[in-house]
């Protein structure tokens, strides 16, 4: 289930919101830029194979590498920070960043530019705390907004839950357009990223290089942060009790 935008007007427009995707951009841009080719031996099942390996020039300084930030926390605790505005292809910036768009905007108008930004940040570091937690001693890098945005989608399903998403939508063998509830699309992708989190135990290799427990670290303290502000009293002092249309 994909979702491609909402029906959820807001007040303002998102500045806050449309810095960090340019944020982001820029920083995979840069990345790309400044990126080398190394040549290293991977281990398969039909043995070694020598493989080249496509780094990024940022990624090589600013990944959060959880070995690093347990063995030297003073040195490393900024690549928590630094780490959630790198990504690693362009279908993995180009996912964050649309999830980004269609629930940010939202949120932004509910808890206030400073209040969003500061919110994003907050769920990012959230996020990177859950992904060490899980393997302390990992040292694959670790890059992706992914964990921010799920805090985002956290915010989102408390404040707007019936607030309609049109999305694809999986059906037998082909997809479909479908409005769904928010509730539904970010509580889907929500169970997704549980489940893996308990299946897999966590780890980013045996996940096909995906940080389950970020993303689930990220959305749960995006969720509580909400929840400890008002709920979704939060939309409704924002909107002034009323509705908008569009």
């Keep these: 289930m994909i979702p491609l935008r909402d029906s959820n007007p807001t007040r303002r427009f998102p500045i806050v919101t ?9 920083a995979f841009l840069i990345d790309r830029a400044t990126a080398t080719t ?3 031996d991977v281990l398969t099942p039909y043995g070694i194979v020598r493989a080249h390996r496509f780094v990024g020039g940022l990624a090589q300084h600013y990944a959060l590498i959880p070995g690093d930030l347990v063995r030297d926390m003073q040195g490393a605790w900024l690549t928590a920070f630094t780490s959630m505005f790198l990504h690693a292809n362009w279908l993995h910036i180009g996912g964050n960043m649309l999830y980004l768009w269609i ?17 994003y940040l907050v769920c990012g570091v959230g996020a990177a705390a859950a992904h060490v937690l899980t393997g302390p001693q990992s040292d694959v890098p670790t890059i992706g907004a992914s964990g921010a945005v799920a805090g985002v989608m956290g915010a989102y399903i408390i404040l ?17 357009l479908m409005e769904v509830p928010a509730l539904i699309v970010i509580g889907f992708w929500a169970v997704l990223q549980v489940l893996n989190v308990g299946w897999l135990g966590g780890g980013e290799l045996r996940g096909g290089g995906v940080a389950y427990a970020a993303h689930a670290g990220g959305f749960v303290v995006g969720l509580l942060i909400v929840l400890a502000l008002g709920g979704r009293r939060l939309a409704s002092r924002a909107r002034g009790g009323g509705y908008y249309s569009r």
């Design 103 to 119: 629930f940010g905007n939202n949120v932004e108008d509910t808890l206030g530019r400073p209040g969003f930004l500061l919110f």
């Design 38 to 40: 190394e040549v290293v």
């Design 18 to 26: 449309v810095a960090l995707i340019g944020l982001n951009v820029a």
């Design 160 to 176: 707007f839950p019936q607030a309609r998403v049109l999305a694809l939508v999986p059906v037998a063998f082909f997809s479909t």
